[in-house]
């Protein structure tokens, strides 16, 4: 039974010296640098998926819990926490790598996201079980600490934390007190470990030397380029050989699921286009506007505390005054512009009651007796109907076609619940109702890929309903309203060949290109092998023979050096003839020649250079063995059929039972 240490700092209560303590301070802030920094995704990249985006844990629950995704020791993820993580997850996906498009759960499971996400889950509990195992337990005069430092908690007046404001925030996400608190110990604990850990971390200088070699090492070879031009000119494919293509490259032809759509718009901004401006309530807006919109007069001026200091002020210029009030603090109270709505009543009442240049007699402030003098008067100014018209006249045209889009939306429910279509509910209320330019895909986008950038919810609902299927009113934001109708539906599957003749004949020509100058390629590599010098081959076929010396690894994708040509030339010993694809279209035949092993001189300067990268290249790999570990001592269990259940998908055969109490899957290693 291990020790349970419930710490308050992280360094323990023993109290330190004035010079340690701040030590210790200027450590932590390299610490927080240092794990914000893209060198500590390693370590908590899964922590930060779970914290971040999949919300949080099932931290409370001790024991196995039958309905579990994921069981780590104490942990687990149930299949509704699961579906929840899942869907943000999903979310995520459709944002970053799917221009905004939505996916379904069968799309997203057969690109293995749910699988993925399921092993994410079990090393980042894994990961928080270590610790407790541990007993590296933060107590919660930390936790409350750490909460108190989120801004996203403060009140925007104040500038302090907020209770209201914090379990709003948390509503918000689905999420309470408790369950919060308890990622945020898991987390803090975590930093704490792993800062540790980076404290004392130093690089081997032999380990800095290699890596320095290795990246600056130069390499020294000859190469000449086949263009397509050494292929001969093209030639046309027959049907068959077309068709056969098409059939073996069936994933680039096989054309998505298409749908032609019919929808009726419920829009403030159509409506407003089309609405007289009502001039009564144009002047009722503005006289209810009207203080917002005028800019009040304004007053610069200096507040002493006693009337001897303010003697003192005026012998003395503007500038030298404030200095003063900055080095001292003594004379000056304050000096600022301000809205006399701004400032104590009393004071402003002065302020606002003498002119320019002017002092005040003694007011009683909350901070005792003080005086003002006016150095500034910054006139306001009254706001005009004809100076606010335009804006005006637009508020009171949004508000009322927001109005009249309410009331049709509701007629029209009214209607369809009547047992109205939607083409005769719409025509009831003189709606239009317009067609998509185009038969769309899942994606949003037509078949040569152009988005039509409909709204997520919009396309969501043209790809749930059958051919016929009229939705409800659907609420877009904003006030917009739609309701859609599928008119048909165009079945994927592999395209006939005069719907991608062209593109596929560009295609089968540019293959065969390609196969000609390879095989040209594979006979010059055999030639030179036997004895043909490089200016030899080069000149056989017309080429110019070209000299790169002292490429480094650096040198790769640029110009003429593409990556699988660098690949080859950095794994080829001296003297080995090897051929790799051109940064365009085309080969390149290339012969090394000499390895250059990196100057000494120059290695010493690089590593004080590269020192930190270095070292938090070192510390991700000891993040990626210590998940590792983590995995190795709680060893997790998970079910991917209960995953996919719980996203709404059917469970999977499970041959032999492998799927429930299987291990996570390794993960991706973070560079």
């Known amino acids: ?44 990249a899964l922590l930060i998926l779970s914290f971040l985006v999949f919300g949080i844990g099932d931290v409370l629950g001790a024991g196995a819990i039958k309905d579990s995704v994921v069981q780590a020791g104490s942990r687990s993820i149930s299949s509704l926490t699961f579906k929840q993580r899942f869907d943000a ?4 996906v459709e944002q970053q790598q799917n221009n905004g498009q939505p996916i379904t759960a069968e799309q997203a499971a057969q690109a293995g996201l749910d699988k993925s996400l399921v092993d994410q889950l079990a090393y980042s509990e894994s990961f928080a079980e270590m610790f407790r195992k541990a007993g ?16 996203a908690f403060f009140d925007p007046v ?12 948390l509503a918000q996400a689905g999420m309470t007190e408790q369950q919060f608190e308890g990622v945020l110990r898991d987390e803090t604990a975590q930093t704490h470990y792993i800062s540790g ?10 380990y800095l030397a290699s890596l320095a070699a290795y990246a600056r090492e130069g390499r020294d070879f000859s190469w000449f380029t086949l263009t397509p031009a050494l ?34 718009r419920f829009s403030p901004t159509l409506v407003a286009q089309n609405l007289k401006v009502d001039e009564a309530a144009v002047q009722k807006r503005f006289e209810f506007e009207r203080d917002t919109l005028s800019v009040p007069e304004t007053r610069s001026f200096v507040q002493a505390a006693q009337q001897t200091e303010l003697a003192e002020l005026r012998e003395q210029h503007a500038a030298e005054l404030q200095a003063s009030a900055e080095q001292t603090r003594r004379q000056i109270e304050a000096v600022n512009t301000l809205l006399k709505d701004a400032i104590e009543k009393r004071s402003a009442d002065a302020a606002f009651a003498v002119k320019a240049g002017e002092v005040s007699g003694p007011v009683q402030g909350s901070v005792g007796l003080q005086v003002l003098k006016i150095t500034k008067v910054n006139p306001g100014h009254q706001a005009t109907l004809d100076e606010v018209r335009a804006k005006i006249e637009a508020e009171v045209k949004k508000d009322a076609a927001t109005e009249k889009v309410y009331a049709d939306v509701q007629k029209y429910e009214d209607a369809r619940t009547g047992g109205a279509t939607m083409a005769e509910a719409a025509k009831t209320l003189n709606l239009e109702t317009m067609a998509a330019p185009a038969p769309i895909t899942a994606q949003g986008s037509d078949l040569l890929g152009r988005s039509l950038n409909l709204p997520p919810k919009m396309l969501e609902s043209v790809f749930s309903l059958p051919a016929g299927g009229e939705s409800d ?4 934001g904003q006030g917009e309203y739609v309701a859609v109708r599928v008119d048909k539906i165009l079945p994927g599957g592999l395209a006939a060949l005069d719907e991608v003749r062209t593109a596929a004949t560009q295609r089968y020509v540019m293959a065969e290109m390609g196969k000609k100058l390879k095989a040209r390629a594979d006979a010059i590599e055999a030639q030179v092998k036997k004895g043909q010098t490089m200016a030899q081959a080069a000149a056989a076929v017309g080429a110019k023979l070209e000299t790169a010396k002292g490429v480094t690894r650096e040198d790769a994708g640029k110009g003429e050096y593409s990556n ?5 030339v950095f794994t080829a010993k001296p003297g080995q003839v090897m051929i790799g694809e051109g940064s365009q279209l085309g080969y390149i035949v290339a012969k090394l020649d000499r390895i250059q092993p990196v100057a000494p001189a120059t290695v010493a300067p690089m590593i004080e250079a590269q020192r930190d990268n270095f070292r938090g290249q070192l510390f991700d790999d000891i993040g990626f063995a210590t998940r590792n570990a983590a995995r190795d001592l709680i060893k997790p269990k998970v079910d991917y059929n209960k995953a996919r259940t719980a996203i709404g998908l059917e469970a999977l055969p499970e041959p032999g039972k492998a799927g429930a109490g299987a291990a996570p899957a390794p993960p991706a290693k973070t560079k």
Not at 89 to 92: C, L, R, V
Not at 197 to 206: D, H, M
Not at 473 to 476: A, G, N, Q
């Open 231 to 264: 292929a001969g000119p093209p030639v046309q494919p027959t049907d068959a050989q077309l068709l056969a293509y098409v059939k073996e490259n069936a994933a680039t032809f096989t054309k998505p699921e298409l749908r032609n759509f019919t929808m009726v």
């Open 89 to 92: 997850f999903k979310k995520q």
């Open 564 to 568: 699988d040509l660098m690949t080859k």
């Open 158 to 169: 104040t500038g302090k934390f907020d209770r209201p404001t914090y379990q709003s925030r």
């Open 197 to 206: 850990i980076a404290a004392g971390l130093v690089v081997p200088r032999t």
């Open 1 to 44: 039974m291990p020790r349970t240490l419930h710490y308050t700092d992280g360094c323990g209560t023993a109290r330190r010296s004035a010079k340690k303590q701040g030590l210790r301070a200027a450590m932590l802030a390299q610490i927080r640098a240092f794990a914000k920094s893209p060198v500590a995704v390693g370590i908590f």
């Open 473 to 476: 009113v659907l609420d877009l």
């Open 136 to 151: 590296i337990i933060p107590s919660d005069t930390l936790v409350v600490s750490e909460l108190r430092k989120n801004q």
